[in-house]
């Protein structure tokens, strides 16, 4: 694995991962893509890790997927590349993902930061899918996580006309889940990944995939998983321990078992 494009580290239980392309406002080529689902999936795999934290620099979370990668590409190279089955494993990460976003989220920026749990944002953070201007339309997300988050009607503006949202409307529009002032923005982003990492990590992982149920499931068979996923965690002792603390009026110790 390349280590310059990704740096890592571990902070208690929470994996911090950073998109490191500065020359290119982190755009996210061919091999950063693999090697950050990867990347993921070890940590996805780690029993110490409760909380994965993903972050960019203060001038660019992501500007997209590198330009470079698909300039002289054919429709059927592109086919054959399948770049997007990456995606898929990034999707399929069952732990929490907290971002922590400054700068631009463009494109394939604005897709990647869609497939995490909780999206702080600086207050200069700015989103969009400007695919338009390239020829192109989005291809991980981009029209229909999108659309989902914040509606037809800002969907079609934003990403027919290419134009970007700021925070306080990516916010008002359902994109992301906070703003924080731009002086604090990773410090904010990993004291919510922080404070998830303190909950039980079966729970989290039921959490997750329950919330995510919601938009990819009819009503009724959402709401049929998460009563199976509820009835499952009563075998945990995470919940005996969680409803023992509670009654002992002090902190839970999950054990993630
Ligand atoms: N791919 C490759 N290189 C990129 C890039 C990208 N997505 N975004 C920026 N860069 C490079 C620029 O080419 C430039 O490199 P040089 O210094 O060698 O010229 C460097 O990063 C700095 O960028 P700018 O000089 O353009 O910086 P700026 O502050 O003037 O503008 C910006 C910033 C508005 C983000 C502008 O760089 C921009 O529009 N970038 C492209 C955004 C975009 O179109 N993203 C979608 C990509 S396609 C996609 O993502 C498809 C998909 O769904 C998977």
């Known amino acids: ?129 400007p695919e338009i201007n390239l020829g192109i339309i989005p291809g991980a997300g981009g029209t229909q996580r999108f659309t989902r988050a914040v509606g037809k009607a800002t969907a079609m503006d934003v990403v027919l006309s290419g134009r970007f949202l700021s925070a306080k409307e990516a916010l008002d529009f359902g994109l992301i889940s906070r703003i924080v002032p731009k002086e604090h923005w990773f410090e904010s982003a990993l004291h919510v990944a922080r404070l998830v990492a303190t909950k039980g990590p079966i729970a989290l992982r039921a959490a997750k995939a329950s919330v995510l149920n919601a938009e990819e499931l009819p009503l009724s068979d959402s709401l049929a998983k998460e009563r199976a996923l509820f009835y499952e965690l009563f075998d945990t002792n995470d919940q005996t321990e969680g409803m023992t603390a509670f009654a002992e009026k002090r902190r839970p110790n999950f054990t993630g078992t």
């Open 1 to 129: 694995m390349d280590e310059q494009h990704l740096l890592h580290e571990v902070e208690g239980n929470v994996a911090i991962i950073r998109i490191n392309r500065p020359k290119v406002l982190n755009a996210l080529s061919l091999p950063l893509m693999a090697d950050l689902a990867t990347l993921m999936e070890q940590y996805d795999a780690d029993d110490n890790i409760h909380v994965i934290l993903l972050s960019g620099s203060q001038r660019a979370w992501a500007a997209g997927a590198d330009i470079g990668d698909m300039a002289t590409a054919s429709s059927d190279e592109m086919r054959k590349r399948d770049q997007f089955a990456i995606w898929e494993q990034i999707k399929n990460i069952s732990k929490p993902i907290v971002a922590a976003v400054s700068g631009f989220a463009l494109g394939g920026g604005c897709e990647l930061m869609m497939h995490c749990d909780i999206i702080i944002a600086s207050e200069n953070a700015l989103f969009g899918q």
